[in-house]
């Protein structure tokens, strides 16, 4: 159990450009989730996929978002057009179906100037 | 639609001092509860979860945490607490109608530990 990865921990990225974040599992989780923090707050739910399968979407905060799990195994969050309020943390979770409580990965830190 | 309210923004307790933080839901049937701690920078860690059984759960680090339905309250405690206990702490909970089993989560508390 090698936890969950994010990459990168830091973006700095200008505003109106596209960023890409991505999340690696634990090997043997099959449900994955995206969060965002934004300062001072707790997380908030963005999507969350079961295998390939994107099962809950509508609180992506924008069309901008959108994100990818195309084997099942890796994840992808991208945000289009970044614009200084997605200036956030992102976090990725993976669990097992039937489980509650997941393994949060350390986050990928976006700063849009 | 459920919520979590954490009402202690920041909390300072000594080293070596009992701590408690407050945790309340709303929700009209039993949650599934949570905590985790947020180290700066980092992602979360869990602490300790309540499904049901008894109302009175064990944690890593020396946590523990009691359910009360009457109060719908689910509030953390450590009896002498280190140094190394400054973080954010941020209690949650889940049901199971959740679709993929969501967390909602409270604002958090930060723990701050004088020497």
């Known amino acids: 159990d090698t936890g969950v990865s994010q990459d990168p921990r830091h973006k700095i990225t200008k505003r109106g450009q596209n960023v890409t974040f991505r999340c690696d599992p634990i090997s043997e989780h099959n449900r994955l989730y995206w969060y965002r923090q934004t300062l001072g707050q707790g997380p908030e739910f963005l999507t969350y996929f079961q295998n390939e399968a994107q099962l809950e979407k509508s609180r992506l905060l924008s069309d901008r978002f959108s994100a990818e799990r195309p084997k099942g195994s890796f994840s992808t969050l991208e945000i289009q057009r970044t614009e200084q309020g997605d200036s956030a943390m992102y976090l990725c979770a993976s669990s097992k179906v039937g489980t509650y409580g997941y393994t949060f990965g350390s986050g990928t830190r976006l700063t849009v100037v | 639609a459920q919520s979590v309210t954490q009402p202690d923004i920041h909390i300072t307790v000594s080293e070596g001092a009992s701590l408690e933080l407050r945790c309340n839901y709303s929700?009209?049937?039993?949650?599934?509860l949570f905590w985790y701690v947020q180290s700066p920078g980092q992602g979360l860690q869990l602490l300790l979860k309540y499904f049901s059984g008894d109302t009175l759960v064990q944690g890593i680090k020396g946590f523990e945490a009691e359910f009360k339905r009457s109060q719908s309250s689910f509030n953390l405690r450590k009896p002498s607490v280190h140094w190394s206990d400054a973080a954010e702490y941020f209690c949650?909970?889940?049901?199971?109608?959740?679709?993929?089993?969501?967390?909602?989560f409270g604002g958090g508390t930060r723990l701050m530990v004088k020497p």
């Open positions: 949650a909970l889940a049901t199971s109608n959740n679709a993929g089993n969501m967390l909602t």
């Open positions: 929700y009209g049937a039993t949650p599934y």
